[in-house]
């Protein structure tokens, strides 16, 4: 198992940015894809972010109000970090965030995108953007 703490969160305005973080602990953490989720009241977890294990892919959510081209994703393997940087924040993006570890060491093929892909989750961290 890996261990997971997201930090970074916080209150911010409308258009304003966030950094978050998620420092992990314990298994060999280059060997596994990450991702971010999100969830917000009364609503169910869903899909963010997710970067490779070696970091050169990434892939974002593609529904409505889609955060591709506001937040972007990144890992540090020296640091055992994986970062979300969000921009051009919007009320809409209010929720808590989580990170996760995927399931399988060393994905070759595509990025884990679905909750079940994961196996290892945060404690969340919880972003507020005010209108």
């Known amino acids: 198992q890996v261990q997971l703490v997201e930090s970074g969160g916080g209150l911010v305005q409308t258009g304003g940015s966030l950094r978050l973080s998620c420092a992990a602990s314990g298994r060999t953490f280059s060997s596994y894809a990450m991702g971010w989720f999100r969830q917000a009241p009364g609503k169910e977890r869903e899909f963010v972010a997710a970067i490779s294990w070696g970091g050169s892919s990434t892939y974002y959510a593609e529904y409505a109000d889609s955060v591709k081209g506001r937040f972007t994703i990144s890992r540090d393997n020296a640091k055992n970090t994986v970062y979300l940087q969000m921009n051009s924040l919007k009320p809409d993006d209010t929720a808590a965030y989580y990170c996760?570890?995927?399931?399988?060491?060393?994905?070759?093929?595509?990025?884990?995108?679905?909750?079940?892909?994961?196996?290892?989750w945060g404690q969340g961290t919880q972003v507020t953007v005010s209108s």
């Open positions: 996760a570890a995927d399931v399988r060491a060393r994905r070759w093929t595509g990025l884990p995108t679905h909750l079940a892909d994961f196996g290892s």
